[in-house]
Each structure stands twice: as C-alpha cells, then as structure tokens.
C-alpha cells in the first residue's frame, strides 16, 4: 500500500498553513484549503484530519501506545574492498539519527535499546545478528526501528532479481556470497522480530550496482546505472500488518547525497531529521507523527531534487504512531 498523492498533498497544505497561522491571520482560511467550510472550527479541522488518514487504506489514526521504542541504525561509508565506491555520508546519518533517536530532546530512548552499527562494525555477521538476534528484545507490545545508510545493489545485470544491501565488508569480486540479501531482512520481520510495531527506514541506492560483474556489463551495455533496489526494499511492507517501510527513492532513481543537504548528508536522512526536529508537526501538537512525517519528508526531497528522487511509504500502519518515545500516550 503507498500513500496516495492526495493524502499526501492534503496533509502538506493543512500542515503548512497551520504552522503560519500564528504569524499571519490571512493564512488561517489556507489551515483547511481542503474542506468546503470557509471558516471551521478547531474541532472540524481535527475531525477532518482523521478522515483523511483513513483515507490511506489499512492505516488507523486512532491514538496507539507502545511499550519500549528499540532501534537497529546501520550505516557505511567506507568499504574493506577500495573497489566498493565509498558514500561521503551514509555513515554520518546514521551516527545523527542514532544521535536523535537517544537525544532526551529527542526520541528519548535509552542507549541500551538502540544498536548502531557504522563503518567496520558493520559487517554482514553484525547485520545479521541484530536482526535476528538482537531484535528480538522488542516484544509485541513494543517498536522497533530499522535504519539503513548504504550502497544497495542487484547481484549482477543478468539477476537484477537478487538484490543486497552492501555492508562493511562486501567483496567487490563476489557481492552474491558477501553482501546482505534482501531476504534475509523479510526472513528476520518474519521470523524473528516480535515488535508489534516496526519503522524501516532505508536511505539506499546511492549505486546502480556494484561490483566485477557490473563493471563487466557497462563496458557492453548501456543503461546500467540505475537498479531496483527500493521496490525490493518496499516489499518488506507486505510481510506483516503494522510495518511501515519507508525508502529514500522510488525503484529506478538514485538516492543523493551532498554538502547542501545541511551540511553534509543523503537528502533523505537530512529532511527525515529535520521533520522529526519539529519542522514536520503541521498542528503544533509537540509530536511528529508518521502521518506527519511521511508527506513532510516527499515533499521536501521532492523539491530539493526537482523531481528527480520520490521518496516512497508503504505498509499497514497507524499513522498516529511516533518515532519518539512518550508522544504517544499524550492526551
């Protein structure tokens, strides 16, 4: 299930003019652009708002409590094998979100329940092993996030099929045997994550794919710069109701990354923290929900791209549900 355009459009244009209205009164007829009432009440705009997240098919807006927040952040710039083309910023997102996630200003969560991963710590044993092992701290009644910062790529021009993510240590001569399968993350939602709520966040395929057998390729055929790797990340939505997955680019588009993008980072990550920073609550409720956040996010990578890189959400989730621990069970 991906969040409609409309939805999307509609929870922007609420959103933004809600935040302004306390500068300017002629922007408060802009808070409910939407609906039909010139001038409604408090109570119609959050009446209105929840009909709108229905609108996002087998999504609940309904208020949710979550036990204990856990997250798992990967993150690799720096590859063992020189011949992986390293990323500038992929692991300093992740050391910034796992930096938020345990910011008391921030997600508040302990330190103990978030498991950073970055650079040479990120080796596919590690990788494995905080999914299917660490993972299942998080009991049904708890929320586990899931990060990713890194090169993603299919296994070859000839089984763009199989896709990876690369970590750590990736061999640039055998991706198939040494990098990450995309399965193995849908084995661990399926089998042993027990979180009732999970977040996947993946800021990936900053490559088109990686490795001997693509150098081979692009020295005959042209056209292999851009891969598949978010639609294989997406799918990840359709193992289980309450995941949300939520990729840094549509299928085919690269993921970017540069100095603009505050400083230093993938323009995913960097609109993702910004949003949770505060930028994204659109009714000034002092919470970022993943209502909130989803379309913030679009819409900002959107125009800092020109259209060039979609970011896409999909999955069975309660949109009313935050990263940050405690905003939930507000009032």
């Not at 950073?116 to 494995?128: G, H, I, P, Q, S």
């Not at 055998?174 to 939602?189: C, E």
Request: hydrophobic share 40%.
């Amino acid at each position: 299930m991906a969040v409609a355009a409309g939805v999307t459009a509609a929870l922007i244009v609420d959103g933004i003019a809600k935040k302004s209205e306390e500068k300017t009164t002629a922007k408060q007829s802009e808070a409910t652009a939407w609906e039909t009432e010139p001038e409604p009440t408090a109570a119609d705009v959050t009446e209105a708002r929840g009909r709108t997240y229905q609108k996002i098919q087998g999504c609940r807006s309904l208020p949710v409590e979550v036990a204990r927040r856990w997250a798992i952040v990967v993150g690799v710039s720096e590859y063992a094998d020189s011949r992986v083309p390293a990323l500038r910023y992929a692991a300093r997102d992740a050391r910034e979100f796992a930096g938020w996630l345990t910011s008391p200003d921030g997600g508040g969560y302990a330190p103990a329940d978030v498991k950073l991963l970055v650079n040479e710590d990120a080796t596919a044993k590690n990788v494995r092993d905080a999914l299917f092992n660490w993972s299942r701290n998080a009991l049904p009644e708890d929320m586990l996030t899931i990060y990713f910062a890194c090169h993603g790529s299919p296994e070859s021009p000839d089984a763009r099929e199989n896709l990876y993510l690369l970590p750590y240590d990736t061999d640039w001569s055998n991706v198939a045997s040494t990098a990450f399968p995309m399965w193995d993350v849908k084995t661990a939602l399926e089998r042993f994550v027990k979180a009732g709520h999970v977040v996947v966040l993946a800021d990936v395929c900053h490559a088109g794919g990686v490795g001997e057998a693509f150098e081979a390729g692009r020295r005959g055929v042209a056209g292999l710069g851009r891969s598949m790797v978010n639609d294989g990340v997406s799918g990840l939505s359709e193992v289980t109701e309450g995941v949300l997955v939520f990729t840094s680019a549509r299928g085919g588009q690269l993921s970017r990354e540069g100095r603009q993008w505050g400083g230093g980072h993938g323009v995913f990550t960097h609109f993702l923290l910004e949003g949770l920073e505060g930028e994204a609550d659109y009714n000034s409720d002092s919470a970022v929900t993943l209502g909130e956040l989803v379309p913030y996010v679009q819409e900002k990578v959107r125009r800092a791209t020109r259209d060039a890189q979609t970011p896409e959400a999909s999955g069975r989730f309660a949109t009313d549900l935050t990263l940050a621990g405690g905003a939930d069970d507000r009032e």
